[in-house]
């Protein structure tokens, strides 16, 4: 059992460092509270990078939102991230995930 919780832990993980390696605190985004249909629930900026709550769900804070929001249900709406894919402002782009040796994006910023 420990090893299947470490495992997804894990995954976590990478999903927010990935997460915040791309979207900065300040970056405006889309959110839904509910299921990930329709028209958003509202937008808002980043103000508290992503975390992992209660072992099981990588989420980020949004300015306007009560509580906190799954990362599964942002949607990046600064176009020259979710053009360009890159946050560091004028350094070479890196991978979502260090594996990624080509370069796909976070689905965040699909």
């Given at each position: 059992m420990?090893?299947?919780?470490?495992?997804?832990?894990?995954?976590?993980?990478?999903?927010?460092?990935?997460?915040?390696?791309?979207?900065?605190?300040?970056?405006?985004?889309?959110?839904?509270?509910?299921?990930?249909?329709?028209?958003?629930?509202?937008?808002?900026k980043?103000?508290?990078?992503?975390?992992?709550?209660?072992?099981?769900?990588?989420?980020t804070?949004?300015?306007?939102?009560?509580?906190?929001?799954?990362?599964?249900?942002?949607?990046?709406?600064?176009?020259?991230?979710?053009?360009?894919?890159?946050?560091?402002?004028?350094?070479?782009?890196?991978?979502?995930?260090?594996?990624?040796?080509?370069?796909?994006?976070?689905?965040?910023?699909?």
């Amino acid at each position: 059992m420990d090893r299947k919780r470490n495992k997804r832990i894990a995954s976590l993980t990478a999903e927010v460092d990935s997460f915040n390696a791309q979207v900065p605190v300040g970056t405006l985004v889309a959110y839904w509270r509910g299921a990930r249909a329709g028209e958003p629930s509202g937008r808002g900026k980043i103000h508290h990078a992503a975390t992992i709550i209660g072992n099981h769900t990588a989420v980020t804070w949004i300015e306007g939102c009560s509580g906190a929001i799954a990362l599964t249900h942002v949607q990046v709406l600064d176009e020259s991230l979710a053009q360009s894919g890159d946050t560091t402002s004028g350094t070479q782009q890196t991978p979502a995930d260090p594996d990624d040796s080509a370069g796909n994006r976070s689905p965040h910023l699909r």
